[in-house]
């Protein structure tokens, strides 16, 4: 836990350092190729903010992001050639009026924010990433900095080692891939780390981003976009800060957005991630067994558009996992697919389903908020169960895991209160051994409702107990 201390206070002392009350702006042109045109435009007191694009399978393919640092309070104005009248700005945690016009809309910031401007639902969004102004820049010729200025970078694969700091500054592209083994790693800046140049499972390596034991790695404010693979992959690693970093994903099936693979000391906020497939998912796919514990996720938004929002425990090679804490948490659409209970690839916002004998216990979940379009979505799924994965594909005679004292406090489902809604809360064991114990559902509600062990939506199976309601 002294790692994870230091963590929070380096990224604290950061975000100090980077503060101003002063009101500036400080934008970056996007480079040659890369600006999109005729779709959004955004002004940031004025000053012109560049559209990028990235790519999807789904909801009439490409969407748009843009980002800018600024201080103090700016008025911020996105137009577009899509009717505004309707446009919502997601989510609603950051506290924006929204002031809409026929072909624009407009809002005022006085915090870092990230947010989802939406004229057509899911459909061709524009996600807008506003952050604090940047402090510590790394020198470009420090010896241990690998820097990449403004521009279209085509890099193959980075390797960091220790001590290094790779560097992307604001307004860069770079195409290829990251891998970081060591400690003392940082991984920053405004640009982007892209992958649509490369097919499926066909990358100059094996991830996006790539971090294997590592000791102390700070990742913070890049974008990724356009994956080949699982987006950014943290594995056998202890001592880990991952802050503002973007995720613009969804171009394939495969395409997790953060795994957290046989990993202690985390800490993730600040984020904003989209994928098509699972947003979080908490692994243990090593030899080594290590565990998956101390992990802290706050203050983030995501999306998934086929997938899983969390999913816990689908690989446990590790010897537990345990202390996991997520809060403040918002789900700007889920799943597109809603399928049966007992379907193998069922689709959850929460699915915790430990196998291979292991226990997950300790995972907490408060003030996560759902924003619902209407459409079903189960809301979790808590099952023991035999997965076939990997090696265990053949072998189908192993245990399930155990599922023990994890709470959901304060989770609100809110928006369109649609008939087809269905959120269930299914919990099923698999054996007295390998059951379903100690889990806690507070101050849970959808669309104001309170939901207790009698609502409709709740299914408890064989194996079971120890769980309790409390409504207020």
């Not at 996007?30 to 903010?49: C, F, I, R």
């Not at 939406?118 to 470009?140: H, M, Q, S, T, Y």
């Amino acid at each position: 836990m002294k790692n994870l201390f230091v963590l929070f206070w380096v990224g604290w002392a950061f975000c100090v350092s980077g503060w101003s009350a002063e009101n500036v702006v400080r934008t970056w042109p996007a480079p040659e190729g890369e600006k999109v045109t005729g779709v959004y435009s955004v002004l940031v007191d004025g000053n012109p903010v560049d559209v990028y694009a990235a790519q999807s399978q789904f909801f009439e393919g490409e969407y748009y992001f843009a980002y800018f640092d600024f201080s103090g309070q700016v008025t911020v104005e996105v137009k577009s050639s899509f009717p505004m009248e309707q446009t919502e700005l997601l989510p609603e945690r950051f506290g924006f009026s929204l002031q809409r016009a026929a072909d624009a809309v407009q809002f005022v910031a006085d915090k870092p924010f990230r947010v989802s401007v939406e004229p057509n639902g899911r459909i061709k969004p524009l996600l807008l990433f506003g952050n604090a102004l940047e402090g510590d820049v790394p020198k470009p010729d420090d010896p241990n900095v690998r820097y990449f200025g403004p521009g279209v970078h085509k890099v193959g694969k980075i390797t960091l080692s220790d001590n290094q700091t790779l560097y992307l500054a604001g307004g860069s592209v770079v195409h290829g891939s990251i891998r970081a083994v060591g400690k003392n790693i940082t991984i920053c800046g405004r640009g982007i780390l892209a992958g649509e140049s490369y097919p499926r499972f066909s990358g100059p390596g094996r991830y996006p981003l790539d971090c294997q034991n590592c000791e102390n790695i700070v990742i913070r404010d890049v974008i990724l976009r356009d994956p080949w693979n699982w987006m950014a992959v943290i594995w056998d690693c202890d001592g880990v800060l991952i802050d503002g970093l973007k995720i613009c994903g969804s171009r394939m099936i495969n395409d997790d957005a953060l795994d957290l693979v046989n990993v202690q000391n985390v800490v993730v906020r600040n984020c904003f991630f989209r994928s098509q497939d699972d947003t979080i998912a908490i692994k243990g796919k090593e030899a080594s067994r290590r565990p998956c514990e101390n992990i802290l996720i706050e203050d983030c938004q995501f999306w998934v558009d086929v997938a899983n929002i969390y999913r816990i425990g689908y690989e446990c090679d590790a010897e537990t996992m345990k202390n996991i804490v997520s809060r403040r948490i918002d789900v700007l659409h889920y799943s597109k697919n809603f399928h049966p209970l007992d379907y193998y690839w069922v689709t959850a916002i929460f699915w915790l389903q430990p196998n291979l004998n292991m226990l997950i216990e300790e995972c907490h979940f408060e003030d996560v908020v759902i924003h619902s379009d209407g459409t079903p979505i189960h809301m979790l799924m808590a099952k023991p169960m035999r997965c076939f994965y990997g090696p265990y594909k053949r072998d189908k005679i192993f245990e399930p895991g155990m599922l023990r004292n994890c709470s959901f406090k304060d989770v609100r489902v809110v928006g369109k209160d649609g008939s087809r809604f269905k959120g269930t809360i299914f919990l099923l064991g698999d054996s007295p051994k390998h059951s379903v114990e100690g889990l806690k559902f507070e101050k849970v509600t959808y669309f104001g409702t309170p939901i207790t062990k009698d609502s409709e939506c709740i299914r408890i199976g064989d194996h079971v107990k120890g769980i309790t309601f409390s409504p207020q």
